[in-house]
């Protein structure tokens, strides 16, 4: 899901394209994958992420079809920050999680269901990279489905827990949740689409477990009132300068929820 001509609108799935934003960066990747979302045949099209405040990625995503309904899976700019703009170009309603970026639509609330262009999508709270987070599954998305996870999972790496807004414990809750709609395909915000969600949501907690179990090494050598950028020190010495600050933002996470007593082994 790296195109060759990032300014291609390409398909995904049965049921989905994107189109690659040009913003990549140590963050974002190669840049945010918006999506469009339509059955075959219809009339309108869902847009998903429209991502930073670019004109002309948000023109040629208004070409991909009659955009009836916009909708956001987090807060933060790359995903975020455009949808003003695109709801004026194309008079399509934005809605999101978080009633300060929606713009003529109501706010999604987790379990509800959506119809649209053509489409049954299922909206999944999943809060933890941040406390708005929210994944989109469509369940007649090919034999398996496929689930739209914003920056829940990646299609590289592992996502950032943006810490104290995004926590842990609400992270691991959504890991559970995603691990129970079984081997959909995964359509992140950033990276490469990934089969078998149930697979890779089980890479991902072993990850956070392994990196818990690092920490409480590093507390029993630095004392359990270790602060952050020691504890950072000790278990992510190696991280590229131009992401320590996303891996101080995980430890305080990490942190938080082991004194909590929630991670108490």
């Known amino acids: 899901m790296i195109p060759d001509d990032p300014r291609s609108v390409l398909r995904s799935t049965e049921l989905t394209r994107f189109l690659l934003a040009p913003n990549p960066g140590p963050m974002s990747l190669h840049g945010t994958n918006s999506y469009v979302i339509a059955a075959p045949g219809a009339a309108g099209v869902v ?33 975020s920050a455009a949808a003003a703009r695109f709801a004026e170009l194309t008079g399509a309603p934005v809605r999101a999680a978080d009633p300060a970026h929606c ?25 933890g990279h941040t406390s708005d987070s929210i994944c989109f599954h469509l369940p007649g998305d090919g034999t398996r489905g496929s689930v739209l996870t914003g920056d829940t ?3 590289l790496g592992t996502t950032v827990l943006d810490f104290p807004d995004g926590t842990l414990g609400d992270y691991l809750g959504s890991l ?79 942190l938080q929820y082991l004194r909590s007593g929630t991670g108490a082994p």
Do not use: C, F, N
């Open 153 to 155: 999972i990646l299609g």
């Open 47 to 79: 847009v998903v992420d429209p991502g930073p405040l670019d004109e002309q990625h948000l023109r040629r995503l208004a070409e991909a079809g009659r955009v009836e309904l916009i909708l956001i899976t987090h807060r933060h700019a790359d995903h």
């Open 176 to 254: 559970d949740r995603l691990e129970r709609l079984g081997p959909a395909t995964v359509l992140p915000a950033h990276g490469p689409m990934l089969p078998a969600l149930d697979t890779i949501v089980r890479a991902y907690r072993d990850h956070r477990q392994d990196r818990l179990a690092q920490i409480r090494a590093a507390l029993e050598g630095l004392g359990a009132d270790a602060g952050v950028q020691d504890v950072a020190d000790a278990v992510y010495a190696a991280v590229d300068p131009s992401v320590r600050p996303a891996a101080e933002l995980s430890v305080a996470a990490q």
């Open 103 to 127: 713009h003529g639509g109501s706010p999604l609330q987790d379990g509800e269901i959506l119809h649209a262009a053509g489409v049954e999508i299922r909206v999944v709270a999943t809060p």
